[in-house]
């Protein structure tokens, strides 16, 4: 029962008109709104109101809420009820925030060899680890092609950074320090671009408005002779759920100029044992084990950005690396091994508890297994944009990778955009998906399903969709603006809440 502390004199009567705690849901105020600060929820001894050596009474009163453990417990268990997430139902934001990471690697990642030890253990204690780090790096070297990999670096922007730190030093190594410019299409995920200006490029922007793709006159166009042109950082499948279908051509041309193809593979679940980035001239990429080879993310749990490189970028790979001697024996190697290296971007080796997800996720799958991952994350999305694309504008043709693009375009006529049928999508049981990016398209929704959706909630998902655009259409767009009308929370200000923050009332 949500009692009033501020208000109410009679404490134990019920008032049916304000009680909002409908059906089990609880409403939950804030800690501060529970005004009790004259009793706690833990015994300690009376103090004395001796002044300590900061000149302040000891344990003076700090006006915060004193609780006790079942109040703070059941505080947050509420707010935790409040949170929608993969484990609830459909996420259509893809690999990239949310999709579902088998239960096997989390049982995997907890064995207690795994779990309990420490990275200043004697190697020769860890061989195991080692030895799931060496074949983890086997792994992403069989599947992209790039026989060099480190695993250390902590995230998918600090692997960009490793990547991008990679081509600067070889660079430099050749004394090229001329090559100052990267080329980077305007469709690229925001970490590209500062990734680059971070490792103290310049960035050279590519137009792919009309298309949505790469083509071979833009990247001419900005190549140009060549001459300053360090490397291009480009994303296949792009942001647009689309495959760079010039690709090949376009790496040929950039190494003819002397430059490096850094690959931004975040969207690696579109492509995963079907093709070899290397085989389409990368020299260099990032690989999101928290996005394609599973791993809880997204609310702020740990990534993983391994790189992989050519046989020429490797010396110069961040440290450590893990190795193999003759006799079997797996050897951490650091700065005396690879004399070249970058130097260490982290402590210790990396999350070594997503290289045991993440192993695990492929030994479980296998070869086949993963081909079938990419095989049915673009089967989803497609099967999205075809059952969609007469309700809601495709701004490019053809057929998508594993991201299916629509627009606001034709139901702005109908006074309704993009940020409508997102709230539209709460009202009706489903989390939105991606919207207003990529920034090539005007009221983008980018819709991931990936291939752990089953087609029951991929169909419902259609059914809502198509439902929401038909609303729309029969004009009843002004229902919309009050979109979600169920939640908790209704329609907020979100300019105001964001210019003006109400964080204890
Ligand atoms: C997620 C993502 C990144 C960044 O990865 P983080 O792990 O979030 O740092 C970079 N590029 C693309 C295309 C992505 O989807």
């Keep these: 029962m949500a009692v009033d502390y501020k208000t109410d004199s009679n404490p134990t009567k019920f008032d049916v008109e304000a009680d909002q705690n409908r059906a089990l849901h609880y409403e939950e105020k804030f800690l501060w709104d529970h005004q009790q600060t004259d009793h706690?929820?833990?015994d300690l001894p009376a103090v004395d109101g001796s002044i300590n050596k900061t000149g302040i009474t000891a344990r003076a009163a700090t006006g915060l809420p004193?609780?006790?453990?079942?109040?703070?417990?059941?505080?947050?268990?509420?707010?935790?009820?409040?949170?929608?997430?993969?484990?609830?139902?459909?996420?259509?934001?893809?690999?990239?925030?949310?999709?579902?990471?088998?239960?096997?690697?989390?049982?995997m990642a907890r064995l207690p060899g795994f779990a309990h030890i420490h990275p200043l253990q004697p190697e020769q204690t860890v061989?195991?680890?080692?030895?799931?780090?060496?074949?983890?790096?086997?792994?992403?070297?069989?599947?992209?092609?790039?026989?060099?990999?480190?695993?250390?670096?902590?995230?998918?922007?600090?692997?960009?950074?490793?990547?991008?730190?990679?081509?600067?030093?070889?660079?430099?190594?050749?004394?090229?320090?001329?090559?100052?410019?990267?080329?980077?299409?305007?469709?690229?995920?925001?970490?590209?671009?500062?990734?680059?200006?971070?490792?103290?490029?310049?960035?050279?922007?590519?137009?792919?408005?009309?298309?949505?793709?790469?083509?071979?006159?833009?990247?001419?166009?900005?190549?140009?002779?060549?001459?300053?042109?360090?490397?291009?950082?480009?994303?296949?499948p792009n942001t647009c759920g689309l495959f760079e279908r010039d690709i090949v051509e376009i790496s040929k041309l950039l190494h003819a100029a002397g430059g490096y193809f850094y690959c931004d593979g975040a969207n690696f679940n579109a492509l995963v044992g079907r093709i070899k980035p290397a085989d389409f001239g990368v020299d260099v990429m990032h690989i999101n084990l928290h996005k394609t080879f599973s791993t809880p993310h997204g609310g702020g749990g740990p990534g993983s950005g391994p790189i992989c490189c050519t046989e020429e970028l490797a010396p110069y790979l961040p440290i450590p690396l893990v190795g193999k001697s003759d006799d079997g024996f797996y050897k951490l190697l650091?700065?005396?091994?690879?004399?070249?290296?970058?130097?260490?971007?982290?402590?210790?080796?990396?999350?070594?508890?997503?290289?045991?997800?993440?192993?695990s996720y492929m030994l479980s799958h296998g070869n086949d297994g993963l081909r079938q991952v990419s095989g049915d994350a673009v089967l989803a999305a497609n099967y999205i944009l075809s059952q969609l694309k007469d309700d809601y504008h495709v701004p490019f043709e053809g057929r998508c990778m594993h991201e299916a693009l629509f627009s606001e375009k034709w139901l702005k006529d109908h006074g309704v955009t993009t940020l409508d049928v997102a709230?539209?999508?709460?009202?009706?049981?489903?989390?939105?998906?991606?919207?207003?990016?990529?920034?090539?398209?005007?009221?983008?929704?980018?819709?991931?399903?990936?291939?752990?959706?089953?087609?029951?909630?991929?169909?419902?998902?259609?059914?809502?969709?198509?439902?929401?655009?038909?609303?729309?259409?029969?004009?009843?767009?002004?229902?919309?603006?009050?979109?979600?009308?169920?939640?908790?929370?209704k329609r907020l200000d979100e300019v105001l809440a964001a210019r003006n923050p109400i964080l204890n009332g």
């Excluded at 250390?152 to 090559?179: C, F, N, Q, T």
């Excluded at 298309?211 to 950082?233: P, S, V, Y």
């Excluded at 650091?334 to 192993?359: E, I, S, W, Y």
């Design 40 to 42: 706690s929820g833990v």
């Design 66 to 107: 004193n609780l006790s453990e079942p109040q703070i417990l059941r505080h947050f268990v509420r707010l935790s009820t409040l949170n929608y997430s993969i484990d609830h139902g459909f996420f259509p934001l893809g690999s990239c925030t949310m999709k579902h990471n088998p239960r096997l690697n989390e049982k």
């Design 127 to 236: 061989q195991g680890a080692l030895g799931v780090m060496y074949e983890l790096q086997d792994w992403l070297a069989q599947l992209t092609g790039l026989p060099g990999v480190a695993l250390s670096p902590a995230a998918g922007a600090h692997g960009e950074y490793a990547g991008i730190m990679v081509i600067r030093a070889k660079l430099r190594d050749a004394g090229m320090h001329h090559k100052d410019t990267l080329l980077i299409p305007d469709s690229a995920h925001g970490t590209n671009p500062a990734t680059a200006a971070m490792c103290g490029f310049k960035v050279k922007t590519i137009s792919t408005k009309e298309t949505g793709r790469l083509t071979l006159e833009a990247f001419k166009d900005a190549l140009g002779d060549g001459e300053n042109i360090a490397g291009m950082m480009v994303t296949n």
């Design 334 to 359: 650091r700065k005396d091994d690879c004399p070249k290296t970058l130097g260490r971007l982290r402590g210790f080796n990396g999350q070594f508890g997503m290289h045991v997800r993440a192993l």
């Design 423 to 489: 709230k539209a999508l709460i009202e009706f049981g489903m989390h939105p998906m991606t919207v207003y990016f990529p920034l090539v398209v005007s009221g983008a929704m980018l819709v991931e399903p990936t291939e752990t959706e089953t087609k029951e909630s991929i169909d419902r998902f259609i059914a809502v969709m198509k439902h929401i655009a038909e609303l729309a259409k029969n004009g009843e767009g002004d229902i919309f603006h009050s979109y979600p009308i169920s939640a908790p929370r």
